[in-house]
């Protein structure tokens, strides 16, 4: 079912008051957190070239570039600040754009519903708190793909930015070289990541005055090395299948982590297959990237929830239109308020409980595993596309 008519000025303000609302909030906090410690990196890439040093540095060569260089210009307390807006600008212009899409083909109830669920998402406002990178790669991501029925290149491009800053949606380059229409972007993401993270290696040899720092290796066993660690491997709010093992007492283990990586990539590949009806650059395509981006590697933290929101509007969508049963809706009700149990920091900051955090982050992490089942059974009753467009 489409419903044809154009959104009014008042429904496209509604995403505008949702983050205005917040805005005040965090534009008003007084620490840098996640984005603080990512500035200390960029602040020891500069320095020494080894942004490694820092401990809690996990992230690209691109990255630790791009925050040398803010170093030099900002202090961490105005570039944080900077970021919120950049953070914010970011969430209005998502809400904005998606659901101006959605009016045209949703009904008011649905559209409303969903509108309000995103408001209040909790994975994205503990992003923001958090200052956290993932809005942003995100969105680069999301504005890449979008761009796709336009420009492969620039949308290919805008995803390899997205991955070089932070490889959160590290599946969707994949996705788009397993389809023939995509794979010119596929090609461009895949390039440009690497293109960038070289330069960015060659800026840290620079700084380093090593050449040795060229070698890409360094940066992967950092990352090897530190995600192995209990800190990082077992913690609660780490919620990759990987990390579950690791609490249920497998202990950090690569071939753990390889295992679960291939069985996702399976698990993927079928869902593809599935989805062959339809073009490369369907948004059911994106939501598939994103939903099984976090089950990679050893770590996903709880804020990657966020990754889920496309693959949950999909699904809810699909549900809609095919009338599902009640025990469907139920299932997607579930992801939603799992995900909805995690506000962290505020719930640091408001000074809840442990109990009740340990609680919230024990039950959250099953978040993605109900979202597969409902997109599962949002998968065996979808209908082919040739059997909903009518032939020319």
């Known amino acids: 079912m489409t419903v044809s008519r154009p959104p009014s000025r008042l429904q496209l303000l509604v995403p505008l008051v949702a983050v205005l609302a917040v805005a005040p909030f965090a534009i008003s906090v007084r620490y840098t957190a996640d984005f603080g410690l990512a500035y200390n990196g960029g602040v020891e890439a500069w320095a020494s070239g080894h942004p490694e040093r820092v401990f809690s540095w996990l992230s690209t060569p691109f990255l630790g570039t791009l925050l040398a260089l803010v170093s030099r210009v900002m202090p961490v307390e105005a570039a944080a600040k900077a970021f919120i807006v950049l953070n914010l600008l970011v969430w209005l212009a998502l809400l904005v754009g998606a659901w101006s899409a959605f009016w045209v083909r949703a009904s008011p109830r649905w559209w409303w519903s969903t509108l309000i669920a995103a408001a209040i998402f909790a ?31 620039a949308g290919g491009i805008l995803i390899g930015l997205s991955l070089a800053l932070k490889p ?63 800190v990082y491997a077992c913690a609660p709010e780490n919620y990759s299948p990987a990390a579950l093992m690791c609490r249920l007492g497998l202990g950090p283990s690569p071939i753990v982590t390889g295992l679960i990586a291939l069985a996702v990539a399976a698990l993927g590949y079928y869902w593809m297959r599935r989805l062959g009806d339809l073009p490369g650059r369907s948004w059911e395509i994106f939501a598939l990237a994103c939903m099984l981006s976090p089950f990679i590697g050893p770590v996903a933290w709880s804020h990657y929830q966020l990754l889920l929101a496309p693959a949950m509007l999909v699904v809810a969508d699909g549900f809609w239109r095919r009338g599902a049963p009640p025990m469907h809706w139920v299932a997607l009700f579930v992801v939603y308020a799992l995900c909805e149990l995690v506000w962290d920091p505020l719930e640091s900051m408001a000074r809840t409980p442990v109990v009740v955090v340990v609680v919230s982050y024990t039950l959250g992490q099953f978040a993605q595993y109900f979202l597969l089942l409902a997109w599962a059974w949002n998968q065996r009753s979808r209908v082919p596309l040739a059997e909903t467009v009518p032939a020319a």
């Open 123 to 153: 994975p994205f406002i503990s992003n923001l708190f958090w200052l956290q990178l993932n809005p942003l790669a995100f969105g680069l991501a999301v504005g890449g793909f979008a761009l796709l029925k336009r420009d492969e290149r």
């Open 168 to 230: 959160i949606v590290i599946l969707l380059p994949l996705a788009l070289l397993l389809r023939r229409d995509t794979r010119k972007a596929g090609v461009w993401s895949v390039g440009t990541a690497a293109a960038v993270n070289i330069g960015g290696l060659g800026f840290l040899a620079w700084r380093a005055g090593d050449a040795k720092v060229l070698n890409p290796l360094v940066a992967l066993s950092n990352f090897s090395a530190k995600t192995g660690m209990p």
